[in-house]
């Protein structure tokens, strides 16, 4: 079983910033496609940013400009660097990996924005 570890959430005032962190084994970053995903209470899990292994990145409309994803392939770890964020950015946040068929998910990190 691939586990995903997700570390970094916590309360945040609005305007401020949070870096969320996810480890994996070396298989998962050497292949896969690493992603961010959140889940609001009462929504559906919406994704927030994707990178490919070269490092092409794909943002949600709602995050682009305030959000940046990366990747160490070396260290086995994905980021998520988010700034200016908003109340409406409050959600449980969870790392993923896709490879074709295959798909992993981490246990998820809550992110809250509040004054």
């Known amino acids: 079983q691939v586990q995903l570890v997700e570390s970094g959430g916590g309360l945040v005032q609005p305007g401020g910033s949070l870096r969320l962190s996810c480890a994996g084994p070396?298989?998962?970053?050497?292949?896969?496609?690493m992603g961010w995903y959140r889940q609001a209470p009462g929504k559906e899990r919406e994704l927030v940013a994707t990178i490919t292994r070269s490092g092409s990145t794909k943002y949600a409309d709602s995050v682009k400009g305030r959000f940046t994803i990366s990747r160490e392939n070396a260290k086995n770890s994905l980021y998520l660097q988010m700034n200016s964020l908003k109340p409406e950015d409050t959600a449980v946040y969870y790392c993923?990996?896709?490879?074709?068929?295959?798909?992993?998910w981490g246990q998820g990190t809550q992110v809250t924005v509040s004054s």
């Open positions: 993923n990996a896709r490879f074709g068929t295959n798909e992993f």
């Open positions: 070396g298989s998962i970053f050497s292949f896969y496609v």
